[in-house]
C-alpha cells in the first residue's frame, strides 16, 4: 500500500481482556517497528523486527506483550490481560534503508 | 540511550529563529527528525548520515556531527505551520530507532 495501515484506530477494552493490534506496513520494506506514546508523552519503543533476524524485544514492558511478524510483512502487537496503564496510542512504523513511515497509531483506552 | 534534545520547548514568534539540539552518548549511524502535531503520528523530515552533510526540507534545515554525536534542527523564518513537537531519532548500525523526548515548538502570529 502508499502507506502503514494500522488497524483498529480505536480501541475499548475492559481490564483484564486480550488485545491484538495490526500493522501492515510499506510493501517492501524489511524493518518495523512499535512503538507507544502515552498523552503528552514521548515515544517509548516496544520491538522492532528486521528481515529475517531474531526481532528486538528489549522495549517490550512485561511478557503480556507480544509481537509477531508473519512473512516478513503484517505484524500483530498483543498485549493480554491488559491493564489501565496499557492506555496509549500504539504507533508502527516501516523503514527501507531510508526513511521511516508511522502509521496513524491504534488509540487503545483500557477501562 | 535515548538522545538528549534541548531545549525542551521554544515560542516563537512567527518569522523568529530557532535551534534544537540532540546529543547522544553512543556512535550514530544516521540521525533523523520528525515532527508531530497533536494528534498525529510524527511525519518524517529528514535522515542525515555520517560525513557532516546538511539537509533541508523547506526551511528547515539539519546538521549531524557523528564525532561529536550531535546534531542540531534550525528552523529558519518560523511559520504558524512549525508548531508541533520535534523528535531527534537516532540509528545505531543495526539500524534500531531510539527516539529523544521531544522538543515542543509553539509558532505564534
Known amino acids: 500500500g502508499a502507506g502503514v495501515s494500522q488497524s483498529p484506530s480505536n480501541k475499548v477494552t475492559e481490564k483484564g481482556k486480550d488485545v491484538e493490534l495490526r500493522c501492515d506496513p510499506i510493501s517492501g520494506h524489511t524493518a518495523l517497528y512499535w512503538y507507544r506514546q502515552s498523552l503528552g508523552q514521548g515515544l517509548e519503543f516496544l520491538i522492532y523486527?528486521?528481515?529475517?533476524?531474531?526481532?528486538?524485544k528489549s522495549g517490550l514492558p512485561s511478557d503480556r506483550f507480544s509481537a509477531e511478524r508473519t512473512g516478513g510483512s503484517v505484524s500483530t502487537l498483543t498485549i493480554q490481560r491488559t491493564q489501565q496503564e496499557d492506555s496509549a496510542v500504539y504507533l508502527c512504523?516501516?523503514?527501507?534503508?531510508?526513511?521511516?513511515?508511522f502509521g496513524s497509531g491504534t488509540r487503545l483506552t483500557v477501562v | 540511550q535515548q538522545p538528549v534534545q534541548s531545549p525542551q520547548a521554544v515560542i516563537l514568534r512567527e518569522g523568529e529563529d530557532a535551534v534544537i539540539n540532540c546529543s547522544s552518548s553512543k556512535a550514530l549511524y544516521s540521525v533523523h527528525w520528525y515532527r508531530q502535531k497533536h494528534g498525529e503520528a510524527p511525519v518524517f523530515l529528514m535522515i542525515l548520515l555520517k560525513g557532516g552533510e546538511q539537509m533541508r526540507h523547506e526551511k528547515i534545515s539539519a546538521s549531524f556531527n557523528e564525532k561529536k554525536q550531535q546534531s542540531s534542527l534550525y528552523l529558519t523564518a518560523s511559520q504558524l505551520s512549525y508548531s508541533g513537537t520535534y523528535f531527534c531519532v537516532t540509528t545505531d548500525s543495526w539500524g534500531k530507532l531510539q527516539f529523544g523526548a521531544g522538543t515542543q515548538v509553539v509558532v505564534t502570529p
Open positions: 512504523a516501516s523503514s527501507s534503508r531510508y526513511g521511516y513511515t
Open positions: 523486527f528486521q528481515g529475517n533476524s531474531a526481532p528486538d
